[in-house]
């Protein structure tokens, strides 16, 4: 499936498989497999790793009051994985997520946000995402690359769209609850 995104246009190639990646990262499937299998990289790489910082900004976003701070960062730094169970007991926790993960794609898109099959599915974890990035990106590791990695990866973008789709769908549409996220 997500090799038949790779055929479509850039900006909907990418919400298409940054939306994808971001549930696969919660379940038991490996992206990383997956995106090595079928040696997925360029922009699709960047959308996948884009869809990865979306699952785990939006897993500690939501969790973090009602995890210990440990548990909180564990996702966000280490993998979202660790969230199976909570994905599993209330589906509607991965909607915020995927809305995150569509905005990311398509920004990632805009932004020529690249990598390799290899990178594809760690998202910040280990700073592999964000480094294929910038190797790709013209001028490699200039200052203004490295404020667009930023933005995308970590600061500004998944987080503000991480809040605002967890408040959107917890406060607005009440798709879950806040105890929903207890992992």
């Known amino acids: 499936m997500i090799n038949s995104f790779f055929i479509l246009q850039p900006a909907l190639m990418g919400?298409?498989?940054?939306?994808?990646?971001s549930v696969i990262i919660i379940s038991p499937i490996s992206t990383v497999a997956i995106a090595t299998a079928i040696g997925m990289s360029g922009l699709a790489s960047g959308a996948g790793n884009l869809g990865c910082v979306a699952a785990a900004v939006g897993m500690f976003i939501g969790g973090l009051r009602v995890n210990t701070i440990g548990l909180s960062l564990s996702i966000l730094l280490g993998t979202p994985k660790i969230m199976i169970a909570t994905l599993v007991r209330k589906p509607s926790v991965v909607v915020p997520i995927i809305l995150n993960a569509a905005l990311l794609g398509a920004l990632g898109t805009l932004l020529q946000i690249?990598?390799?099959p290899i990178s594809a599915g760690f998202g910040f974890s280990g700073m592999v995402g964000p480094i294929n990035a910038i190797k790709f990106m013209p001028?490699?590791?200039t200052a203004a690359n490295l404020l667009i990695i930023g933005l995308d990866f970590f600061i500004l973008i998944p987080f503000a769209g991480g809040f605002f789709f967890e408040w959107l769908c917890r406060r607005v549409l009440h798709l879950y609850k806040m105890e929903d996220y207890r992992g």
């Open 114 to 116: 690249k990598g390799t």
């Open 15 to 21: 919400i298409l498989v940054a939306a994808s990646f």
């Open 139 to 141: 001028g490699g590791w």
